[in-house]
């Protein structure tokens, strides 16, 4: 699907709530796992220790329920001793040391959001939020929020400044903090960079958006031009594969691995009813809304 060519609309950031997310899956509403903040002086080290260890991926798995999609990425067995590759344990490293930490949760952001003529709810992990200074309001933590990242110094002159900009963009986080480390992993220089100030294009921030849109108006298809039988019931889970604003898989699991999908999270103490990967409260919730 080729991508529009006119600039896309893209709406303001809706902030619907803040949840507190545990490494078994279980979550509740508020700021329990928040990190706040806490700038240091360089050096730091952030040799990779004993918290992490290398390997592992996650998958996409999609649940179209009564005309909606809802689309759901992570770990497919939470609570076990996660994996990562180098470069994911440095930078978590890093955000160990410049946040006061929670590692036994995770605090994201629940959003809404128009891409064109499609609503979008989604949430994403938030690294951290800068202290209050003077009189704030509760209003004012979301301004707060700030992204961490760090990379080598060598490369100061060619940073990912467009994977940077989408995922603070996304959830409308105002500042990306840097943290520059030498070829020891010690953090040498840090810098604050504001979203605005980002040395992104206008075309390139619309192309970002476009293929967003794109991919999601042609899973919207996908799944619209399929047969009843075809899509199943509202418990079918599909695994979808997007790259670049196009769709390059789209599988329906069957009922043993949609099981397992529907399981990973089970807490025999607190069970969730699932319909496909969406808990049904959920569902209910947003009808009413």
């Known amino acids: 699907m080729s991508l529009p060519s ?5 709406g303001d950031v809706q902030h619907v709530a803040r949840v507190s997310i545990k490494l078994d899956g279980t979550y509740t509403i508020g700021d329990s796992a928040m990190r706040t903040f ?5 050096p730091v080290d952030l040799s990779p220790s004993q918290r992490v260890m290398t390997g592992a991926k996650v998958t996409v798995h999609v649940s179209y329920i009564q005309g909606k999609l809802y689309l759901e990425e992570e770990d497919p067995h ?3 001793r996660y994996k990562f590759d180098r470069g994911d344990a440095i930078g978590m490293a890093f955000e160990d040391e410049f946040t006061a930490t929670n590692p036994s949760a995770t605090w994201t952001n629940v959003v809404t959001r128009k891409f064109g003529d499609i609503t979008v709810l989604y949430s994403g992990e938030v690294d951290g939020v800068k202290a209050p200074i003077g009189n704030h309001s509760a209003e004012d933590l979301m301004d707060r929020r ?9 490369r100061r002159n060619n940073l990912p400044w467009r994977k940077w900009y989408m995922q603070s963009y996304l959830l409308g986080i105002p500042t990306v903090f840097i943290g520059y480390r030498d070829h020891a992993d010690v953090v040498r220089e840090t810098e604050e960079v504001h979203l605005a100030d980002m040395p992104i294009r206008e075309n390139q921030e619309s192309r970002i958006a476009r293929e967003g849109y794109g991919a999601l108006v042609s899973l919207k298809k ?9 899509v199943g019931s509202d ?3 599909w695994k979808v594969t997007i790259q670049g604003g196009a769709l390059r898989g789209v599988k329906r699991l069957n009922e043993n691995q949609a099981q397992k999908v529907k ?3 089970a807490d025999p103490e607190h069970p969730v009813d699932r319909l496909g990967i969406v808990p049904r409260r959920i569902i209910e919730v947003l009808k009413v809304g």
């Open 6 to 10: 006119t600039p896309l609309c893209v």
């Open 38 to 42: 806490t700038p240091k002086e360089t």
């Open 78 to 80: 939470p609570g076990r």
């Open 146 to 154: 700030v992204e961490l990242k760090t990379t080598g110094l060598t």
């Open 222 to 230: 996908t799944f619209a031009s399929l047969s009843e039988g075809e």
């Open 235 to 237: 418990d079918a889970i």
């Open 263 to 265: 399981m990973r999270r």
